[in-house]
């Protein structure tokens, strides 16, 4: 079992940047592909980044590449998504995920552990 709790969401404006964070316990976390989703009201859940088990492979979502960026410190059992020049249409809630096996997924179906989210809001 992954335990996953996300923290750092919160309400900002226009252009401001958020460092949302997600501390993991349990299994071996250096070992989990991680990965970060989000839902916003009344829409699918989407994929947002995900992150090799070294760190050194990264993936994102055409549409975000470029303003977030995902990192992860092993030692610290944590994944961070820094999040810069946001937009009202990032207004969602934000999800932690981790996956047993194989290499990082832009499909939700393929996690295996979800956190519980951490609302973002970006007003206008």
């Known amino acids: 079992q992954v335990q996953l709790v996300e923290s750092g969401g919160g309400l900002v404006q226009a252009g401001d940047s958020l460092r949302l964070s997600c501390a993991a316990s349990g299994r071996t976390f250096s070992k989990e592909v991680m990965g970060w989703f989000r839902q916003a009201p009344g829409k699918e859940r989407e994929f947002v980044a995900a992150?090799?088990?070294?760190?050194?492979?990264?993936y994102y979502a055409v549409s975000l590449k470029g303003r977030f960026t995902i990192s992860r410190d092993n030692a610290k059992g944590t994944i961070y998504l820094q999040m810069n020049s946001l937009k009202p249409e990032d207004t969602a809630v934000y999800y932690c995920?981790?996956?047993?096996?194989?290499?990082?997924?832009?499909?939700?179906?393929?996690?295996?552990?979800w956190g519980q989210g951490t609302q973002v809001t970006v007003s206008s």
């Open positions: 995920a981790a996956k047993n096996l194989g290499g990082a997924s832009y499909s939700q179906y393929e996690y295996d552990y």
């Open positions: 992150i090799s088990w070294s760190g050194g492979n990264t």
